[in-house]
């Protein structure tokens, strides 16, 4: 079975930020590329090489925060307990963490996504919204009774997922103020989409409701392609996509033949295993930036610890190892990385869990 929820549980990508949504998929309530031989020579950089500063995004009070979407710009949007208990939206820029000004009847839901306009997405009391320039905007459903927007790019495409008039739930692409339905691939119930690049390109989960199975997908030009898994002639294999770079590289997860997920990279009609880090046998990839640098998260079982890591290099390594000594960190997943290199994620800090920032360091 697909063994995130200790990636869910820290960075709330899937299960709790869409759990309005999706409360009728209790078996994956809403989660929603293999390594070429040549990853160009941006890739052959040392790892050693590389350092990173990381800086604590705090609060909205509470002792909480999730990030889940960055720009190019360092700007970063995700979720935070306040005092009282309460879930609110934040916006972290010019080095404060503040809560989004929405509506009354947006608020609780988390922000998923930023782009460099600093036009924000999410999910506010069942509704996906648009956030521009201050306005508020609701992007309504497919003919159901609850949406989410969970990505989008800087030409304002967002993508997300809706219920249906028959009950299902399928992806959307919301552009030009007009919410058009991406159907599911064939034999399939529902999809979600958790990923749009520059181009267009959309990349989800489709699944089985019933059979409890699911699929990654990339949506390219019209047409719903299914990326297949890792554990090839397996009855009931799985498979996710969350991330999609400018050049159509996708990154998610897989089922194994062992039985185990890990995280993997798809190109040129390729799905290549990323593998995992010593004593965690499940992995999941969750962003790639146009540099081919991929972060996620590794686990060790449901209720195990998770470190969140970055695959660089034709290697993957443990991002607390690449954090300045002392720093009293334990990171325990990651959610985005920019082009830049700057990385968001969640981590313990003094017994608490926080968003945090990554920014590399030129040496």
């Known amino acids: 079975m697909i063994s995130i929820s200790r990636w869910t549980r820290h960075l709330r990508y899937s299960i709790v930020s869409r759990c309005l949504l999706l409360s009728a998929v209790p078996y994956l309530p809403a989660l929603s590329h293999v390594l070429a031989p040549r990853l160009g020579q941006c890739m052959k950089v040392s790892v050693q090489a590389k350092a990173y500063s990381i800086v604590d995004l705090g609060t909205l009070g509470g ?168 554990a090839v002639g397996l009855p009931g294999a799985r498979s996710g996509a969350i991330g999609i770079n400018v050049a159509g590289q996708v990154v998610g997860y897989s089922d194994m033949p062992s039985g185990n997920e890990h995280a993997f990279l798809y190109q040129n009609r390729v799905m290549r295993d990323l593998g995992t880090l010593p004593g965690y046998p499940t992995s999941i990839a969750t962003a790639i930036n146009n540099t081919q640098e991929i972060v996620g998260t590794v686990e060790r079982g449901p209720v195990g610890p998770s470190r969140a890591f970055i695959f660089i290099g034709g290697a993957m390594r443990d991002l607390n190892s690449l954090l300045p000594a002392r720093s009293g960190w334990i990171l325990e997943s990651s959610a985005r990385i920019s082009d830049a290199g700057q990385i968001i994620g969640q981590g313990m800090i003094h017994g608490q869990e926080h968003a945090f920032l990554m920014t590399l360091q030129r040496l």
């Open 63 to 230: 002792p909480t925060s999730t990030a889940y979407g960055l720009n190019v710009l360092g700007q970063v949007v995700g979720w935070s307990e306040t005092r009282s208990g309460a879930r609110r939206a934040f916006l972290y820029m010019g080095h404060m963490m503040r809560a989004l000004a929405l509506p009354s009847d947006y608020t609780g839901g988390p922000a998923f996504d930023i782009n460099r306009y600093g036009d924000i997405v999410g999910n506010g009391n069942n509704y996906a919204f648009i956030e521009r320039r201050g306005t508020v905007r609701s992007l309504g459903t497919l003919g159901g009774g609850s949406s989410t927007a969970q990505s989008l790019n800087d030409r304002g495409q967002v993508v997300g997922e809706s219920y249906t008039r028959d009950g299902n739930i399928h992806p959307f692409l919301y552009i030009g103020g007009i919410l058009r339905d991406l159907g599911t691939l064939p034999g399939y119930t529902d999809s979600l989409a958790n990923g749009i690049n520059a181009g267009g390109d959309i990349v989800g989960v489709a699944m089985i409701r019933q059979a409890r199975q699911t699929r990654a997908f990339l949506y390219s030009k019209g047409i719903l392609h299914d990326l297949g898994t890792l």
